[in-house]
């Protein structure tokens, strides 16, 4: 495994833990993609591409071979202008007002190990063995500007992490006004394209679609990630199911708007292309400055979607999640949003924190509501000053009067914004993203601050390390609740304005970098009203997110399903709410409510206060249980096993990496009248290893489980649940 090159033939070879990805110099300056599939453990490759001359409708690039056109070549990084007429990676607006450019080879350099990209979370490696490193060097020689392509393969995973850096070593300046960070061209289009898409309360819903002839796109224009759509995207052999099949993963790690797209071509190319969305962006490159694009994640699976996921779940969860909280178990919460919202005093707080504690709880949330005068979303945001009519004696005595319960404590911030109604509005109202002349539209009564700006960024800075330094803080629920409107920058010139929304982006992880490096301790979750902003760029500073502010359990099956396509069970916050749940005002048994909500980092939002005697026996089963099964359940490797997007049934289960500890929910959305009798069939178990059922006291061997199942109980009711235990024996 690692990357070799082929100096005859101007062929380099990718190899990772089972896959290949081989790369040719076309004449040996063209960069064409030739494959990406199962391993080839040779390291020299044979087999050149098949080119021929097509009509004149597709021109020569090289007059002396007619067979050599841009336009049916699988490229590796095309750009606009020559010939290709498909969706380019790169377009670059000339100084003589064109946008033609060719790029062609010039060097590599082959390392050890992973370089960070400067400004932009990313992978990384702890130890230079774990990786190696191709960077290809592309030059047009019109304008001197370079492209250097980025392949870095992990040895013992099947992933190739793709970036592109741009360098303007020529004498003019440059506009870039498209980079995307990884363009594949695969050899035909007999594949289904898989989407998470949604909307607020309902995100990452999986989508599956046929590749047709065309564009089939997803993307945001909204300034992150999105609910609407998630910046992920995966192509399946048409054989592929979850457990079996050929599955193509590309994942962007960025948290702006993005661009994911799958082009099939006249004679069945499929060209998929992902990065930062291109439009409403450019970027002015002067000479001897560069342009770094975030990462894209490719992950290739023989093993259908679920070996896909697991490889995505490793990654993530050791390879880009960072800090103390990487390793550890999650605290089990409280959090009082549902329990309160806005109307809250101290002693309520308290209350129910001292109920947390007898519950078995181990961290309270103080949630939206305690700075400034905010009685109501309508004030106070950037206001980041305690409100003493709530907290009379203080947001540190608060905390120390929590602690001392024995339980932690933890706090919601807003930084990003601002209340049109706020002392920080009223002293900078040009601290917010405007443009001069136009109204601005507000959201949830609040403007966005203008992250591009350095004196905004040490703000936040500033004054959210003041609070945090102030009280007994070890976690911080980091939230953000709209998105941008009226693009544009006070201190960028004219022809920098298309820039902002990426340069907010920059800024928002600068200071992220800052305040979790100054708060090492401190658990960071980060939130957009939910799911908003769930992606791989956030979970660089922050390695959990609340995964949906739905809340309700039948509706978390499908959102935290789709979820875990990419992301690990780790990354997920889930809690358990009152009923009528406050989205959809279902009424559904405590018992799921919890087993759903113990799939991921495991909390409660409501008034503990108002639980009757039997909810407080069933919560503290359900909290002793999870702590037994909470590191298997953060750090297992995930399956799932039935899909709520496929019927009335929902089940996964969680398995350790040695194989000796397993842990299954199954859930029934509606009751049937005389329904069949089932099994439940697991995986991921060893077939030779002998499992005690908790459930029933009963002994199988883990060959017997995977393949006859478990038989279920018939449920009464809807919205029922059944969890299982496996330990060996």
Not at 18 to 32: H, L, N, R, T
Not at 79 to 99: C, I, K
Not at 256 to 263: D, K, N, P, R, Y
Not at 489 to 507: F, M, V
Request: hydrophobic letters at 35%.
């Amino acid at each position: 495994m690692g990357i070799y090159y082929d100096d005859n033939r101007k062929v380099f070879h990718l190899q990772s833990e089972k896959s290949s990805y081989i790369i040719e110099m076309i004449k040996g300056v063209i960069p064409a993609h030739v494959y990406w599939g199962p391993q080839l453990a040779g390291r020299e490759f044979q087999h050149p591409l098949n080119l021929v001359e097509r009509c004149s409708f597709s021109p020569t690039y090289l007059q002396e071979d007619k067979n050599i056109s841009l336009d049916t070549l699988p490229s590796e990084f095309p750009s606009y202008g020559n010939g290709d007429f498909r969706e380019p990676a790169l377009e670059v607006h000339l100084v003589d007002g064109t946008t033609v450019t060719d790029f062609r080879y010039k060097s590599y350099t082959i390392n050890k190990g992973k370089p960070a990209l400067k400004g932009l979370p990313a992978t990384y490696v702890e130890s230079d063995e774990e990786a190696e490193t191709l960077e290809i060097i592309l030059q047009d020689d019109k304008t001197g500007l370079i492209a250097a392509l980025s392949y870095t393969v992990f040895n013992d995973q099947d992933v190739i992490t793709r970036s592109v850096r741009i360098e303007n070593l020529g004498k003019d300046n440059l506009v870039l006004k498209r980079v995307l960070s990884a363009n594949v061209d695969f050899h035909d289009s007999d594949y289904d394209m898989l989407q998470l898409s949604g909307t607020w309360t309902r995100e990452r819903h999986i989508h599956k679609r046929p590749l047709v002839p065309g564009i089939q796109r997803i993307d945001s224009k909204r300034g992150s990630s999105s609910h609407q759509q998630n910046p992920f995207m995966a192509l399946l052999a048409k054989d592929a199911t979850e457990d079996h099949g050929e599955v193509y993963g590309f994942s962007l790690v960025y948290s702006g708007s993005f661009l994911a797209q799958a082009e099939v071509d006249q004679y069945g190319i499929s060209r998929v292309g992902i990065g930062i969305q291109p439009f409403n962006f450019q970027w002015l490159l002067e000479p001897g400055e560069s342009f770094q694009a975030p990462e894209a994640v490719l992950v290739r699976s023989s093993e259908g979607l679920g070996g896909l996921s697991r490889t995505y779940h490793r990654l993530y969860r050791t390879r880009l999640c960072r800090g103390e909280f990487r390793d550890s178990k999650r605290p089990i919460l409280i959090n009082n949003w549902e329990a309160t919202y806005f109307n809250f005093n101290a002693d309520k707080i308290k209350e129910i924190a001292k109920a947390g504690k007898e519950l078995g709880l181990e961290l309270f949330v103080l949630d939206d509501g305690w700075f400034g005068k905010r009685d109501n979303d309508d004030s106070s945001l950037g206001d980041w000053v305690e409100d003493r009519r709530k907290l009379p004696e203080g947001l540190g005595k608060l905390g120390e009067d929590i602690t001392a319960m024995g339980m932690e404590f933890g706090l919601w911030f807003e930084p990003e914004m601002v209340s049109p109604e706020s002392d920080l509005y009223r002293e900078h109202p040009d601290w917010c993203l405007h443009v001069p002349g136009h109204k601005s539209s507000l959201a949830r009564q609040q403007l966005v601050l203008d992250l591009s700006r350095k004196d905004v960024c040490d703000y936040i800075v500033e004054s959210v390390s003041s609070v945090l330094s102030s009280a007994p803080i070890t976690y911080v629920k980091w939230d953000m609740n709209r998105n941008m409107t009226e693009i544009g920058s006070a201190l960028l010139p004219a022809e920098r304005q298309r820039e902002t929304a990426h340069r907010y982006i920059l800024g928002l992880y600068d200071v992220l970098e800052r305040i979790v490096s100054r708060f090492p301790h401190i658990l960071f979750e980060s939130c957009s009203g939910g799911g908003g902003r769930f992606d791989p760029g956030m979970l660089y500073y922050m390695p959990q997110t609340w995964t949906s502010d739905d809340t309700d359990a039948v509706e978390r099956l499908k959102i935290q399903y789709g979820t875990s396509m990419v992301y690990p069970a780790s990354s997920m916050g889930a809690h358990v709410s009152a009923v009528p749940n406050h989205q959809v005002h279902r009424i559904t048994p405590l018992e799921t409510r919890g087993h759903v909500a113990m799939s991921g980092n495991f909390g409660y939002e409501l008034d503990l206060t108002k639980l009757t005697e039997a909810e407080r026996e069933d919560i503290r089963k359900q909290v002793s249980e999870y702590k037994e099964l909470r590191m298997l359940i953060q750090y297992g490797d995930f399956y799932r096993l039935l899909s709520p997007f496929e019927g009335n049934e929902t089940a996964w289960m969680f398995v350790s990496a040695d194989k000796k500890e397993a842990f299954t929910t199954y859930f029934q959305v509606l009751a049937g009248p005389n329904p069949p009798l089932r099994r439940l069939r697991l995986k991921g178990l060893d077939p030779a290893k002998s499992y005690k059922l908790e459930f029933n006291g009963g002994v199988y061997r883990g060959d017997e489980l995977m393949h006859f199942g478990l038989t279920l109980p018939q449920l009464e009711g809807d919205f029922r649940s059944l969890l299982f235990v496996l330990r060996e024996v």
